[in-house]
């Protein structure tokens, strides 16, 4: 069906069937519904369509179905900006990485998953991170990188060079048709699959992630999911044990790691221990403000050069060992993923070294002034 046959009386047929006959509701009919969704100005459906939908997805569970999620995350990215990284001057095709959460654990802690993407990039990862502004939390990752003097690039580049260690990409840059839907998805009084569809949008397509979920049960719905996209050659599914989309400093943390390679999918547990690292309270790490964020990441990636917050400003219970240390282990698994650990507490290791070494400031800094010359 080419873009012009892709209109409200078109999908109303595929609406009916998810609502009267949800159980033989078909992939091919998912992929066909979210290249409705796709078109412009809602010419393929109409907001109430797309509301209906949406309830639907949700309620007959198809909204959790791997190859429901692996479709539709694969339908959106193809009306995504076209952006890629460059090669190498070798030719070869870099492992880009991405860590990245679903959102929605009402946690509110600092942005850990941005500052390990910074610090694994100081450490030879390559690193696109895509990410958005605050929904739930105080701060996201668009917020934080602003606060940081990091334009969001609008519209997003066809090329990142080689050269950069750390890239971001803001999700409402990248995924145009998405952001159009939000009015509707902002209207309906329930999370809907595009809550989930986040971190399987990024363009660059990484082959490497570390992908935090919210709840248990979407652990192997994403491990599934990834395994679906082909896309995906390494990956570890994380949830914190207190219902963290990140891998959690205060105990055990859930782990699915996807080996796309052969297909498997292998559940363990893990615990800060595993990485040398003293367990602390969730209240530790809990974020404030991106401005306040801000200062706390300069002043961990400048090794305390640059001045905290003041304690007025930061949250009672923060403690900046406890967030330098939840740093540290997400940033160890992502290096893990990217092959450059062997093993958690050589991740710890390398993370600490690009931050003691100034490189994941370095990085930060490549990626700011790239951007700001993007934008000039």
């Not at 939390?137 to 609008?154: F, K, N, Q, R």
């Not at 570390?210 to 570890?236: D, I």
């Not at 219902?243 to 615990?271: F, K, M, P, Q, R």
Request: glycine share 8%; net charge negative; charged share 15%.
């Amino acid at each position: 069906m080419s873009p012009l046959q892709y209109s409200p009386a078109t999908f109303k047929p595929i609406l009916e069937h998810l609502i009267t006959n949800p159980k033989t509701f078909t992939q091919e009919e998912a992929r066909l519904a979210f290249h409705h969704l796709g078109q412009d100005d809602f010419s393929g459906a109409t907001p109430v369509q797309v509301g209906a939908f949406l309830m639907a997805l949700k309620y007959s569970n198809k909204a959790h179905s791997p190859e429901i999620i692996a479709s539709a995350a694969d339908v959106m990215r193809s009306y995504a900006a076209k952006t890629e990284v460059q090669r190498d001057n070798s030719g070869q095709e870099p492992f880009v990485v991405d860590i990245v959460g679903t959102g929605g654990d009402e946690w509110n802690t600092f942005n850990v998953s941005t500052a390990a993407a910074i610090v694994a990039a100081g450490a030879g990862a390559k690193v696109c991170k895509h990410g958005s502004s605050a929904t739930v939390s105080t701060s996201g990752s668009s917020d934080l990188l602003s606060a940081l003097g990091c334009p969001l690039l609008t519209p997003t580049p066809s090329v990142i060079p080689s050269s950069l260690p750390f890239t971001f990409l803001h999700a409402a840059a990248t995924q145009p048709s998405i952001s159009r839907l939000e009015p509707v998805r902002k209207s309906l009084p329930f999370r809907t699959i595009f809550n989930v569809l986040g971190p399987l949008l990024n363009p660059t397509n990484p082959r490497g992630m570390v992908l935090g979920v919210y709840t248990k049960e979407l652990g192997p719905v994403f491990a599934h999911a990834l395994k679906e996209s082909g896309k995906v050659e390494r990956a570890l599914i994380v949830c914190g044990q207190e219902g963290l989309d990140e891998i959690s400093i205060a105990g055990s943390t859930w782990v699915w790691e996807l080996n796309g390679v052969d297909g498997s999918v292998t559940e363990s547990t893990i615990h800060p221990a595993l990485f040398g690292i003293e367990a602390r309270p969730l209240e530790t790490v809990v974020g404030s403000t991106p401005d306040v964020n801000a200062k706390v990441l300069m002043h961990l990636l400048s090794s305390g050069k640059e001045p905290l917050p003041s304690n007025d400003e930061l949250p009672p219970s923060f403690s900046m060992g406890a967030v330098q240390d939840y740093v540290l282990i997400n940033a160890a698994a992502l290096l893990k993923v990217t092959g450059l650990a062997t093993d958690w507490k050589d991740g710890v290791r390398l993370a600490r070294e690009s931050i003691d070494s100034g490189k994941a400031l370095s990085a930060l800094t490549m990626f700011r002034t790239w951007g700001q010359n993007q934008t000039a």
